[in-house]
């Protein structure tokens, strides 16, 4: 009788265990607050996925896109879930946070400067939204970021200086905005980093000698830049580079015979057209042909004079004759 009744028993609370639903750790009550007015500022109820959101206390870390750690919110990740609307300012209030990915959405309006109080976080990706203005100073304080991406929206600054200070980046991604000035030299500081994409933007100047500091990066897109001058020699120095994309902009002169290093390009993979760049050495054609997207014609892209005037062999010399010659054709003179 005894051993029937500890079945029973046993058997009964085995089914309370499997009909009770799982427990959370109950998150602060100000962290479930915040939640609940980023779910309402970015239209949660139009949300493709929105499971759990706005149920129990106690639930809140097992709501779609939300973890925790330690009884506090770590990583909100709602990547490509039709979000609209606007990030609330108090998100900057979600101190431990340590993933913010909110890419691929209709998000309008400007960054937070709050954001920049979220000094824990590793990972901050905006992508693909359509935020407008400059990029808040107070994004500096992240020195922690180890992934920043803000491509494709309508952000309108010069390039932060203060991202050099960032050191511990892998990725950078500012690509598809409206960012103008130069490409500071302090980006040689960032000496993490693996992947940098800056493409399509209103940039002036040159390449920076120092990106040849970058030597973990593997991949380099500088398209549509509107950038000039020559490739720097010191990007010979980026042995891991797999892909290089610096076509569209107005670089000339020669290309510098030191790409020959970059072994680990990958063939058919970069991009140097439309420029003005050239080169006399067979090799180093042979090495760029190889390496050229879309069947490795980059030279007949060059917009002319693809060298300086008078610099009939791409080695950098000038004779004055020629140049004086070439000058007379271009103004119609002669």
Same mark, same amino acid.
């Given at each position: 009788m005894e051993r029937t009744r500890i079945i029973i028993l046993a058997t009964i609370a085995i089914l309370i265990l499997l009909n009770t639903p799982p427990s959370y750790a109950e998150i602060p009550i100000a962290e479930r607050?915040?939640?609940?007015?980023?779910?309402?500022?970015?239209?949660?109820?139009?949300?493709t996925e929105k499971?759990?959101?706005?149920?129990?206390?106690?639930?809140?870390?097992?709501?779609?896109?939300?973890?925790?750690?330690?009884?506090?919110?770590?990583?909100?990740?709602?990547?490509?879930?039709?979000?609209?609307?606007?990030?609330?300012t108090v998100m900057g209030y979600l101190s431990n946070l340590t993933v913010l990915d909110l890419a691929?959405?209709?998000?309008?309006?400007?960054?937070?400067?709050?954001?920049?109080?979220?000094?824990?976080?590793?990972?901050?990706?905006?992508?693909?939204?359509?935020?407008?203005?400059?990029i808040?100073?107070?994004?500096?304080?992240?020195? !922690?970021?180890?992934?920043?991406?803000?491509?494709?929206?309508q952000l309108k600054d010069e390039f932060?200086?203060? $991202?050099?200070?960032?050191?511990?980046?892998?990725?950078?991604?500012?690509?598809?905005n409206l960012?103008?000035?130069?490409?500071?030299?302090?980006?040689?500081?960032? $000496?993490?980093?693996k992947y940098l994409s800056l493409w399509g933007n209103l940039f002036h100047g040159n390449i920076p000698t120092e990106i040849g500091n970058l030597t973990k990066l593997e991949q380099l897109y500088l398209a549509y830049c509107n950038l000039v001058g020559p490739i720097p020699e010191t990007m010979g120095n980026l042995k891991n580079l797999q892909i290089v $994309?610096?076509?569209?902009? !107005?670089?000339?002169?020669?290309?510098p015979w030191q790409l020959k290093n970059l072994t680990n390009l990958t063939d058919n993979g970069s991009d140097f057209r439309w420029n003005s760049l050239c080169t006399n050495e067979p090799e180093l054609r042979d090495f760029i042909n190889a390496k050229q997207r879309d069947g490795g014609d980059w030279e007949s892209t060059q917009v002319l004079p693809s060298h300086p005037v008078g610099d009939i062999n791409c080695d950098g010399k000038i004779d004055?004759?020629?140049?004086?010659?070439?000058l007379q054709v271009m103004t119609g003179t002669k």
């Open positions: 607050n915040i939640l609940i007015s980023f779910y309402d500022s970015t239209n949660g109820d139009n949300w499971s759990g959101w706005k149920g129990d206390a106690g639930t809140e870390c097992s709501w779609f896109g939300v973890t925790c750690n330690n009884d506090h919110v770590t990583e909100i990740n709602l990547y490509q879930n039709n979000l609209s609307g606007y990030i609330p691929y959405n209709d998000l309008i309006g400007h960054i937070p400067k709050e954001i920049g109080q979220l000094t824990l976080l590793e990972y901050l990706d905006l992508d693909y939204n359509h935020l407008r203005g400059e808040p100073d107070e994004l500096a304080n992240l020195l !922690n970021l180890r992934h920043f991406w803000l491509a494709q929206n932060p200086s203060w $991202v050099e200070n960032f050191t511990n980046l892998e990725s950078l991604c500012l690509a598809g960012l103008h000035g130069s490409i500071p030299k302090g980006i040689g500081h960032l $000496v993490n980093l $994309v610096l076509m569209k902009n !107005n670089l000339n002169g020669p290309i004055l004759n020629e140049a004086i010659n070439a």
